[in-house]
């Protein structure tokens, strides 16, 4: 018998026991362990029932990804399930943790399922770029009926016991002792008379309005973003209304097989092993404990120091907002309170709870309340001798083991640590605007910074609902770093001959929500400005359009001209004529700028510095880089991220047109970095520096 399976006789009932850590992934072993149980039971005969039982923190999350892409080494899935749905005696699925994907198929294959309350399932595949590959699409409908289905499979979302209970998909909530309590269910429905019941055989939920089916299909795929495995999954669902069930579990597996072949699959199955690399800190072990943090303080109430301050309170940690006057301080909450209100409006949540979550943010006048925070996130100014200031300040006022930390976008770390007499507290959070929605947390590890801060930055962030990723001290860290190389090729393909709307439908075609002019009309282009004066340097066009008074959205006229109270870009006139001008003032002649030369020049040189900052040691794998730029940047999910996009493309074509761009513009900092040389003259991709799982 199978070592990660094992079955024992407990009276009447036979418990099958699944043991695979982390998360009981249906591996080759365990499914062949699983039917290989069944069978021997069905041998002995003297079992009445049977019970599946997980050991560890959870039942079977799922397929085991990693043998994904790989030749399937039988039995598969389906072949377990049915194994399960000709057995002579009932099958029950014992449920704590999470069932998940093909381990909420395994239970729908079951003839009944039981759970702890805390349980949760749901079939998570689409988030992988996939859809149900082992029934699901089929026996849930026949569960829950097939617009419930619908909604659950495209989300993916994890859904708690009791709505499935509600639903009739799990058959007791069993409190106290699961185990215990699903062997003495177990012996109940082995004491009745078969047939048993199997989804397979029940079509009583399948009835439904199809106009209503429909429209769920169009409302569940309308924020799929260009992804396959959305629309596969509804195509799926649609076939348990109307097609025989052993033709549709055919149909669904092709799909299946297709998807997972697929480089929207790949990327997407990239990331999930990315998110949990990037949760693993260089010399952070699972030794090191974090500082237990019960408060925080936020210094300004600005934008982002307000956006940071609701990421706290949101997550139930006590804030106190801290600003030099009373007045600032009025402005920001009323801001904060106003995002609440409007998010409680959409969400529909209780408007009740607005003023819960306000309560937990304590504005106050003045550095030395944060005398009792536990961590302290600076969001002032972009100055660094008013930050120096700010840090000196704070090392005076707060608690020895309080952890002080920057949300600079650019500024040294090392500089403001200095200025204290406690380095090794000092770290940066990088949130992104608006921070109480972006997901992505850059945590600047500076040189002295302590591993116990790294770790309770880590732990914080994910908290307070981010995913954070450690990178290292220099301009911009990982992800402004690398939008600096495409801002400046923004510009010089206007100069060259492009015009905004090129650039921009190239960069929306290749899946960014929005291209980098649109985007710089909505964050504002006055910022740019200032930050190039103070930096000494001029980009013509993007000064003489902020110069104009054209700051983008805010005044309805940046690259783009806006009409009162809408957001969409609409191509100006005025605009090109600056463009033009300024080519001709520069003396460059224009030409026609292909699609691919656009896409090239967004791309090849932010993916050369991302290079630059792997052997740099700035990001720890390439993986961390692609995190930064889908959760802050908007970089499309079905592409992976930019380096394991790069893979993709092939980096000695990525090598060559850098080489190409770098002799035409005459930019040295367009060469092809020694990295990416060095892996394309290898044959490798940026996935060989990671040992990639998927
Ligand atoms: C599927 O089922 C297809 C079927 O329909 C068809 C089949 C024919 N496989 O997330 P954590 C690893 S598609 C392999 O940090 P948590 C993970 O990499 C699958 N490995 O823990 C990590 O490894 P390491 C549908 C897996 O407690 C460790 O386990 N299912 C798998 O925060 C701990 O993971 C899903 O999509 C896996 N399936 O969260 C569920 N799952 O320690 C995917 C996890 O080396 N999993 N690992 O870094 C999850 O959502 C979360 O892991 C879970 C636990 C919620 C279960």
């Known amino acids: 018998m199978s070592a990660v399976v094992t079955h024992a006789q407990h009276g009447a009932v036979a418990v099958i026991s699944i043991n695979s850590p982390p998360v009981n992934a249906l591996s080759h072993a365990v499914r062949s362990g699983i039917a290989d149980a069944l069978t021997a039971i069905k041998a002995e005969g003297k079992a009445k029932a049977v019970l599946l039982w997980c050991g560890g923190r959870t039942f079977v999350a799922g ?4 043998e994904f892409g790989k030749p399937s080494k039988p039995p598969i899935l389906p072949d377990v399930i049915a194994v399960i749905e000709a057995m002579p005696i009932p099958v029950v699925a014992a449920i704590h943790g999470t069932a998940l994907g093909g381990g909420l198929e395994l239970a729908l294959g079951c003839h009944y399922r039981v759970a702890s309350l805390d349980a949760k399932w749901g079939l998570p595949e689409v988030k992988l770029g996939l859809l149900p590959g082992a029934g699901g699409t089929q026996r849930l409908p026949r569960a829950i009926g097939p617009i419930a289905a619908l909604k659950v499979i495209v989300s993916g979302a994890h859904q708690p016991a009791k709505l499935g209970h509600d639903l009739g998909l799990i058959a007791a909530i069993i409190p106290g002792d699961l185990k215990a309590g699903a062997i003495a269910f177990a012996e109940t429905v082995g004491a009745k008379a078969g047939p048993h019941p199997r989804l397979r055989d029940d079509t009583a939920k399948l009835e439904v309005d199809r106009a209503k089916f429909d429209t769920a299909v169009t409302e569940a795929l309308s924020k799929s973003r260009g992804l396959e495995a959305p629309a596969a999954c509804a195509a799926a669902v649609a076939m348990s209304l109307d097609t025989p069930l052993d033709d549709a579990l055919k149909l669904e597996r092709a799909s299946f097989m297709k998807l997972v072949a697929g ?37 300004g109430a600005g934008t982002m120091g307000g956006g940071i301050a609701m990421c706290f309170a949101s997550a139930g940690i006590p804030v106190t907002l801290i600003e030099q006057t009373e007045e600032n301080l009025k402005r920001g909450l009323s801001i904060i309170q106003k ?6 409006k959409r969400t529909g949540a209780d408007p009740a709870g607005v003023a819960k979550v306000m309560a937990l943010i304590t504005p106050k006048v003045g550095l030395e309340h944060a005398k009792d925070a536990d961590i302290v996130v600076e969001a002032v100014f972009e100055e660094m001798a008013l930050k120096k200031t700010i840090f000196a300040t704070l090392d005076a006022v707060c608690k020895p083991g309080a952890i002080i930390a ?10 403001m640590a200095a200025a204290t007499k406690r380095p090794g507290d000092v770290l940066g959070m990088h949130f992104f605007s608006p921070a109480n929605v972006m997901k992505l947390l850059e945590i600047v590890r500076a040189k002295y910074t302590a591993p116990d801060v790294l770790a309770t930055a880590m732990s914080v962030g994910r908290k307070i609902g981010k995913v954070p990723v450690v990178v290292g001290v220099c301009h911009g860290f990982v992800g402004n770093r690398m939008l600096a190389q495409r801002s400046k090729q923004s510009e010089l393909l206007l100069l060259e001959g492009a015009l905004p709307h090129e650039v921009d439908a190239v960069v929306t075609g290749f899946g960014f929500p929005m291209g980098p002019f649109a985007m710089g009309d909505l964050a504002g282009l006055d910022i740019g400005m200032r930050s190039r004066k103070e930096r000494g340097v001029r980009a013509e066009i993007a000064d003489t359009i902020a110069e104009a008074g054209r700051y983008g959205q805010k005044t309805q006229k940046g690259y783009y001209r ?11 006139p005025e605009v090109e004529a600056i463009i033009v001008a300024a080519s001709k003032k520069l003396g460059v002649t224009r030409r026609p700028i292909s699609n691919d030369e656009i896409l090239g020049r967004m791309l090849y040189p932010m993916i050369n510095e991302g290079a630059r900052i792997l052997d740099e040691g700035v990001a720890a794998r390439p993986g961390d880089i692609d995190i930064v730029w889908i959760n802050g940047y908007g970089f499309p999910i079905a592409k992976g991220g930019p380096m394991h996009w790069a893979d993709s493309v092939g980096l000695p074509k990525i090598r060559d047109d850098l080489a190409r761009f770098a002799k035409a513009a005459n930019d040295p900092t367009l060469e092809p970095a020694q990295l990416l040389v060095r892996l394309a003259a290898e044959g490798k991709g940026f996935a060989s520096l990671a040992g990639a799982k998927a």
Do not use: C, M, W
């Open 263 to 299: 480089d929207q699959s790949k990327a997407q199955r990239h990331l999930f092993f990315a998110e949990r690399e990037a949760a693993k800190v260089p010399g952070v072990g699972p030794d090191v404990r974090p500082r237990p943090i019960k408060n925080a303080a936020v210094l």
């Open 63 to 66: 397929a085991d990804i990693t």
């Open 339 to 344: 995002n609440y209100e409007a998010s409680a």
């Open 406 to 415: 920057s949300n600079t976008s650019y500024l040294d770390i090392d500089a």
């Open 562 to 572: 806006y009409e009162e109270g809408r957001r969409a870009p609409i191509r100006d």
